[in-house]
């Protein structure tokens, strides 16, 4: 199944296992032992996660990555005993190292047993014939063996397009620009993580190997009962997560490589772009149309057109000569903007910023030490040297003048690097990036993974030193684990296609099960000419990504919602309100996600890991526990299966009930894509709006479909910018949900923190309630109410203490 694209192959060696261990030293939480010319540590770094590093010749131990946020961890008790055969044991794990030839394997207290050395191959180095510098900058290629577990299933591995399911596969990491989009068969594209998540038995555990050269695993393809990870150079540095959930894995692994920050508010509402909307007319004319025919939209873009020749930090006076008050203008209509920014810097000595780079010396080079020039948009090009702390900051402060004129966000394209010659190839393994006075110069090929997180990192700083009390907004195409601390990642160029909408679900899952939950596909599809009834489906799915934007490419037929007119247009329309009001639903997943790295757009195995018809289930997906989408993907149906996990479920459109696990045929006719709610568990609804911002969330509606049981969800808000919500200025509220046969009780508990929302009630929406009750209550009182063909709404007073509501049916 893999193109694999612009990556330096594979070389050939020899591959050599590590033979004996010897025992160095140890100290309260690794021991460190020497095997011939490497040294190998293994750590606990918490009671769940342990570290391995190999370092091939006396090389010091160094674990400092692009990937990784968190270095200090908390002490962790760890009992250490054995001499040949030495276990390394926390509360929850063990880790145990077999010094006569050394394999490294981990146990949990149950005895379960994951992420163990291939007894055989174990963990080693490639000796290449003759090592060429340029093929192996950083020393062999090196290599790490690990056995399949009996029923192991391999997921996760960052952006990937086919299924959810990579057993028996060969994966590629290393980030590219695919030549005319990409397909399902496509292997690598833009951002790399080298990560999986195993399931095995119903229990997780997670593995990062963090190498920032060219990566290669095999997960049980070449044979069946061994993976391995592997790189072309570099240590062998890995992460074991023990589990034993999902959920536990990847809190670990965002707790290690950082966590989805909060985002503005405005971004989660419904955006438009195009390549490009070529002129400060043409963007007037896109922002009246969404508000007069009544379509939510909360931001524009402007694609490199908006710039003079494609020079970055620019604009072509002629076609936008006043972008402040364009933006002022559009700010004022509740619409905010964003613009495109490349790395690639035209060479052109009248251009002030190509100039100042120049002086400063803050330019890739080539071996000889000239700068390192290639084309992309604007011409022949200079590249900045991201890995440089003094070129991040520099690109930040370059941000200055876009900042002070009004733009709200910024988009980082092209940043594998892609270069038009050849055509979308990226940098030669050979150039250098010479780093700053404290760093050693890099090749290329080392780093090659890291350049599009680099730069959205410094665009992401630049932001919060120009406004530091605004949420940065940015948007990154590439990138390397980790990438998910400094921008959203949305997928790069798709195309008008129906396989495209089921493609963008596995790889949604796939980011969200890798650590980056904030994500999205252009919506309508880039490539090619959209039509009416695919850009309804296309919206039908977009508007539950946690990043919704519609967007094309230049010369293809227009696809903003109205377009295509009638059915079409209201079928957007209606979707995309629909996102509107879920948006404080949307909101309290988000905040979720950024405490514990919880995928927004989840895969049911995220929720549902011991039932194995959840591991193929990629062309369905949760949105947070609550909602389940099942998008329908062809042209001319209306009907299509759906897998319903256990639980009871709630079909949104007609409120037919379903009890899981169960396949269904689900009807749904355009404008009614399958969408189940969860039995009792509350949904957060904003009331209509054009944008956010427009009017106070008043009142908010909490949506329940209550059956014999219990629930339980929760409800977030805060300022929706700014960093207050650190301090305590925040609303949390648990809802809980109990129905049985005498009646409902729904409690919303006292709220969490100090934010005061603005609005004076809370509606509780039931739907599903049979017959009109006999009596409401709301804290013991009788409660204000009404009940109409099974809806039943009971109005409560917007209060910060615990409100219980009793419904007798
Ligand atoms: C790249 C981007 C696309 C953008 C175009 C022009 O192809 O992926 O989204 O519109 O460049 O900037």
Redesign the pocket.
């Known amino acids: 199944m893999a193109e694999i694209f612009e990556s330096p192959p594979t070389q050939e060696g020899h591959y050599k296992p590590l033979g004996r261990a010897k025992l160095l030293d140890h100290d309260e939480r690794s021991i460190r032992m020497g095997v011939s010319s490497a040294t190998v540590e293994v750590t606990a770094l918490a009671p769940d996660l342990f570290r391995v590093g190999m370092f091939p010749e006396g090389r010091p131990p160094d674990y400092a990555s692009e990937a990784i946020e968190k270095e200090d961890w908390e002490p962790v008790a760890v009992e250490m005993s054995g001499e040949e055969e030495i276990s390394l044991s926390t509360e929850a794990a063990t880790a145990h190292i077999s010094l006569g030839s050394l394999r490294i394997s981990f146990f949990d207290p149950s005895g379960r047993v994951f992420a163990a050395d291939d007894e055989e191959l174990g963990m080693g180095v490639v000796e290449l014939p003759e090592a060429d510098v340029f093929s192996a900058p950083s020393g062999s290629p090196v290599r790490l063996y690990k056995r399949r577990e009996e029923g192991e299933r391999y997921f996760g591995c960052g952006e990937r397009t086919s299924g959810l399911d990579k057993t028996g596969s060969h994966q590629v990491f290393w980030n590219v620009d695919p030549p005319s989009g990409h397909t399902a068969s496509f292997n690598n594209i833009y951002s790399s993580i080298p990560f999986t998540l195993s399931l095995a038995g119903g229990r997780a555990h997670g593995l990062f190997f963090d190498n920032t050269h060219r990566v290669d695993f095999d997960l049980a393809k070449a044979d069946e009962d061994r993976a391995y990870y592997g790189a072309e150079g570099g240590n062998v540095v890995y992460y074991v997560f023990c589990g034993p959930t999902p959920k536990d894995v990847l809190d670990r692994y965002t707790e290690l490589t950082g966590r989805t920050p909060m985002p503005p508010m405005w971004s989660l509402g419904n955006q438009q772009c195009r ?1 490009s909307y070529i002129d400060e007319d043409e963007v007037r004319k896109v922002a009246r149309n969404f508000r007069e025919r009544d379509i939510p939209c909360d931001t524009l873009y402007l ?2 057109d908006y710039m003079d020749g494609y020079r970055v930090f620019t604009w072509n006076g002629e076609s936008f000569p006043d972008p402040e008050r364009l933006m002022a203008e559009l700010k004022g209509q509740g619409f905010n903007v964003v613009t ?1 920014v ?1 790395p690639g810097v035209k060479i052109d000595l009248n251009y002030p910023v190509y100039v100042e780079g120049r002086e400063r010396d803050l330019y890739c080079k080539t071996v000889e030490g000239e700068e390192f020039h290639n084309v992309v ?1 604007p011409g022949m090009c200079a590249f900045p040297d991201f890995t440089n702390p003094e070129t991040r900051e520099w690109w930040g402060e370059n941000l200055r003048a876009l900042v002070d004129e009004g733009v709200a966000g910024i988009w980082c ?2 940043n594998e690097p892609s270069l038009f010659v050849p055509r979308q190839s990226t940098m030669p393994g050979d150039v250098v990036h010479p780093g700053g006075p404290e760093d050693e110069p890099k090749y290329h090929a080392q780093i090659h993974n890291t350049y599009g997180s680099l730069m959205a990192r410094s665009v992401r700083e630049g932001l919060l030193r120009l406004r530091s009390d605004e949420r940065p907004f940015v948007i990154t ?1 590439a990138g390397y684990a980790g990438l998910q601390r400094h921008a959203l990642q949305w997928t ?2 798709n195309s008008s296609w129906w396989e495209h909408i089921w493609m963008s679900m596995p790889q949604l899952q796939n980011l969200g099960l890798s650590g980056v939950a904030w994500a999205g596909v ?1 919506i309508g599809g ?1 490539f090619d000419d959209c039509n009416g009834e695919l850009l309804a489906r296309f919206t039908e799915f977009g508007v539950f990504q946690p990043f919704c934007r519609n ?1 094309s ?1 230049k010369e293809t037929i227009h696809q903003e919602p109205w377009v295509f007119g009638e059915p079409y247009e209201s079928v957007c329309r209606k979707m995309i309100k629909l996102r509107q009001r879920l948006l404080p639903y949307f909101y309290a997943l988000f905040e979720e996600c950024h405490r514990t790295g919880a995928p927004i757009l989840r895969p049911l195995l995220f929720e549902y890991p011991e039932d194995e018809t959840t591991y193929n289930a990629d062309d369905e997906f949760l949105l947070g526990s609550a909602l389940l989408v099942a998008p329908i993907t062809r042209p001319g149906i209306e009907h299509r299966h759906v897998y319903l996990p256990q639980g009871t479920w709630f079909h949104y459109w007609t409120g037919g009930r379903f009890d899981g696990p169960a396949h269904v045929l689900a009807h749904a006719p355009l404008g009614e894509p399958a969408l189940y709610v969860r039995a009792n568990t509350a949904i957060p609804m904003w009331p209509e709006m054009k944008h956010i911002g427009e009017r106070p969330t008043d009142p908010l509606t909490l949506l329940l479909y209550p059956a014999e049981g219990a629930g339980e969800s929760v409800l977030y808000e805060d300022a929706g910018n700014g960093f207050g919500y650190e301090r305590g200025e925040y609303a949390r509220r648990r809802v809980t949900c109990r129905a049985s046969e005498a009646g409902i009780s729904v409690s919303l508990k006292e709220q969490e923190g100090s934010f005061v929302p603005e609005r004076s009630s809370v509606y509780l929406e039931f739907r599903g309630i049979s017959a009109r009750p006999q009596n409401v209550s709301v804290n013991g009182e009788e409660a204000d109410w009404r009940y109409e063909e099974g809806r039943l709404v009971v109005a409560l007073a917007e209060s910060a203490g615990e409100t219980r509501v009793e419904v007798r049916v």
């Open positions: 390549y694609d490199i495109i490349d948009w394209d092209m195409r790069g160029d252009d880039f967007h490419m």
